[in-house]
């Protein structure tokens, strides 16, 4: 199993500057809490996020993006492999040594409306978090109405209930409260779900905007490519819990490597009666993570697929240009026409 | 040249005729108009899609053709012709017998749409309640129809329960039963809504082959522009309970004649070519629905609104040949250039 490092570094020193870190061992995070038979719902998954970078984690549903983000906030326990923040590796602390680090990582969880509990109003929602922490030198009400304002919502919100909120205004709140304790890194789980096209712009653009200001780094886990486009610094593709690709958002969209993501960027074209439809048809559906196909994961819904995919697991390449640019595939995508030169690539030493 | 009814393109008559159609919804607050003055037409044979965001009304305009509205729902004025016979004046025993006949309907969730202590066999045989004909002959049509739906081996599948499939599969029985009772309208409710992106490419083609091969017609409601641009031929645009503008979908994304429409268009990241730190955005919000409306409903969130806009309703504005939009606008653009 290839081993990983997730690591977010913050010194005022080092300049937000990170530097790939030796292996620690592989991040493997439970599907349940139950006993055998686990499922490897993530498995060798290895990346960092820099000082105010944005990285977007992309897959389907049951590709792990949002099992890799409950792990980071200690929701769920890595099996193995270390998850460091800062520089401290918070994988090993429990509970209350936990606690400083977790005040520095928010969380914007999937469901908007869902997220906020029903019984409390927007003040307390957005005050909890102090409360959590023991900051008691807070005044409840001027933050709860600071917090609001940054989030560009009216101050009587505070007096408001969830069920009075419209989908955009509730992720509003939850934007809100995730910039409470002022974090260093914000996850945002899937933040457009169930927006509409015309309020989704409106998120992305107040995330982007909030992190020029505040200078926090951001991890997107979305499955709509097109959210991360503009967004994002880098991205990383997920497929059955393992990176099948990783690069710079703008590399990848212009020169996807992975038959995968080729056929996750056809997926969503521009709206157009008359372009030539080059979307892409997958054969068949995600397979079962409880009976992983030999060889390349992916071989069974490639229609590149060749021998050696149905037996050997690739390892990753770089891009000889980019090597920030890695993938997974025996036979990479090479610009229009479809090379299948190995000399091109080399093997890296990182894991991806 | 001002129109107040809708377009009647084809010689022929259309399928289904939606004229001046108008819904209450009761509530505590007060009555919600959630539909007002809807006129739309779906020719035989035609892929006719409703693009809209949350609470337009789609998914209602939708129950209503289907007759399937919650008690609070009130038809305030207006006609579905249906093969030219009113639903809403129809005995309600002649209405049900029209769906899982002539009408039939696929849902926006595959995992709650089938029910989940019964056979999918089952459940296909009872769907053709309809058709003449013994339980043996019942079984090997749906066996046909999942074979056509891309269900591998359906010999040994049939007689699995809802749960032993995958979203996307699931969905495919759903298309399976819907089609097998060889409905003239197919009314699809956000089919892919709940599907993954590559699972969506697949359910796309599929019901546009099926669509070719059996010749129904399909009321298909959505909120992906990119799926109604593939699959239909015909749009209307709703916002806020109304029809904006509606006509061929090629001239519906490459000439958009309502400002809302073109806002739409704008708002979708995948027309977006240039990287940029900035989506554009509709600003404002949907407005409420209670009460009565005056003027254009789009008003408070259009940029070119003027006077007019608060004081008068926009009838329908036809724009070539086959599009019709309801702005002022248009009819300015028309004194302005005559």
Redesign the interface.
């Known amino acids: 199993m290839k081993s990983g490092w997730f690591r977010h570094e913050r010194a005022a020193s080092c300049s937000g500057f990170a530097r790939p870190l030796p292996h620690q061992g592989s991040l493997k995070a439970l599907a349940t809490g139950t006993k055998a038979p686990f499922i490897d719902a993530v498995c060798g998954v290895s990346f960092e996020i820099r000082k105010g970078e944005t990285l977007a984690l992309v897959g ?2 049951g590709s792990g993006k949002s099992t890799i983000a409950r792990t980071i906030i200690g929701l769920q326990r890595a099996v193995s492999g270390s998850i460091s923040f800062d520089g401290q590796e918070i994988e090993e602390l429990s509970g209350a040594e936990r606690k400083p680090y977790l005040r520095r990582i928010a969380m914007m969880f999937q469901d908007p409306i869902g997220s906020l509990s029903p019984r409390l109003t927007v003040r307390s929602l957005l005050t909890e978090p102090f409360r959590i922490h023991g900051l008691k030198d807070r005044d409840a009400g001027s933050e709860a109405e600071r917090l609001l304002r940054m989030v560009g919502l009216p101050a009587d919100f505070v007096r408001r209930y969830p069920h009075q909120l ?3 205004q509730a992720r509003r709140v939850g934007i809100a409260r995730a910039l409470a304790l002022d974090p260093d890194l914000i996850i945002a789980d899937e933040p457009t779900a169930g927006l ?7 998120v ?2 107040l995330l ?1 905007r909030l992190q020029d200001e505040l200078g926090m780094a951001i991890l997107i886990i979305t ?2 490519l ?2 991360v ?3 994002t610094d880098r991205m990383a593709i997920m497929y059955l819990g393992r990176f099948i690709e990783v690069g710079s958002t ?1 590399r990848i969209f212009e020169h996807p490597r992975h038959p995968y993501t080729e ?2 960027l ?10 030539v ?1 080059n ?4 054969k068949g ?2 397979p079962s993570l409880l009976r992983r196909p030999s060889g390349c994961e992916f071989h069974t819904r490639c229609r590149y697929a060749q021998d050696i995919c149905h037996r050997v697991f690739p390892e990753p390449l770089a891009s000889p240009d980019d090597t920030e640019h890695s993938f997974r595939c025996h036979f990479p995508l090479e610009g229009e026409a479809v090379q299948r030169e190995q000399e091109l690539l080399f093997p890296v030493e990182e894991g991806i | 040249m001002r129109r107040d009814d809708s377009i009647s393109h084809t010689s022929a008559r259309p399928l289904l005729e939606i004229r001046g159609l108008g819904l209450d919804f009761g509530t505590p607050r007060g009555r919600v108009h959630a539909l007002r003055n809807v006129s739309l037409d779906v020719p035989a044979a035609q892929v006719v899609g409703i693009v809209g965001e949350s609470g337009s009304g789609k998914s209602t305009l939708a129950y209503t053709v289907m007759g399937l509205l919650p008690e609070n729902a009130d038809v305030t004025a207006g006609s579905i012709l249906f093969e030219g016979k009113d639903l809403l004046k129809m005995p309600a025993q002649a209405r049900r017998s029209l769906l899982g006949d002539r009408l039939s309907m696929i849902f926006q969730d595959p995992m709650t749409a089938l029910n989940p202590v019964r056979t999918i066999e089952s459940q296909m045989i009872d769907i053709q309640h309809h058709e003449q004909g013994s339980r043996s002959e019942k079984r090997a049509r749906a066996l046909e129809m999942l074979h056509r739906v891309g269900i591998p081996d359906p010999q040994s599948r049939i007689g699995a329960y809802p749960h032993h499939f995958s979203g996307g599969m699931r969905q495919r029985v759903c298309i399976a039963m819907a089609l097998l009772v060889k409905p003239t309208l197919l009314v699809a409710d956000e089919p892919t809504t709940a599907l993954d992106a590559t699972l969506e490419v697949q359910i796309i083609r599929l019901l546009k082959d099926l669509q070719k091969e059996i010749g129904c017609s399909i009321l298909f409601v959505s909120h992906h522009l990119g799926a109604v641009a593939e699959l239909c031929d015909r749009v209307a645009v709703m916002y806020a309970g109304e029809v904006v503008e509606q006509g061929a979908v090629r001239d519906i994304f490459h000439n958009p004649a309502h400002p809302y429409t073109r806002a739409l268009l704008e708002c979708d990241p995948g027309r977006i070519k240039k990287s940029t730190r900035t989506l554009p955005t509709i600003p404002g919000e949907v407005p409420s629905l209670l009460g009565s409306k005056e003027g254009c409903i789009f008003r408070t969130r259009c940029r070119h609104a003027s006077n007019r806009c608060v004081l008068e309703n926009p009838v329908e504005y036809r724009i070539g040949v086959d599009q019709v939009a309801r702005c002022h606008l248009l009819d300015e653009e028309r004194l302005v250039s005559a």
């Open positions: 389907e549903s419209s989908g955009g509409d096209v015309s309020v989704q712009g409106e992305l653009n982007a499955h709509n097109n959210v486009r503009h967004m703008e056929a996750l056809a997926a969503n074209p521009e709206p157009d009666p008359d372009a439809l979307r892409i048809e997958l559906e995600v």
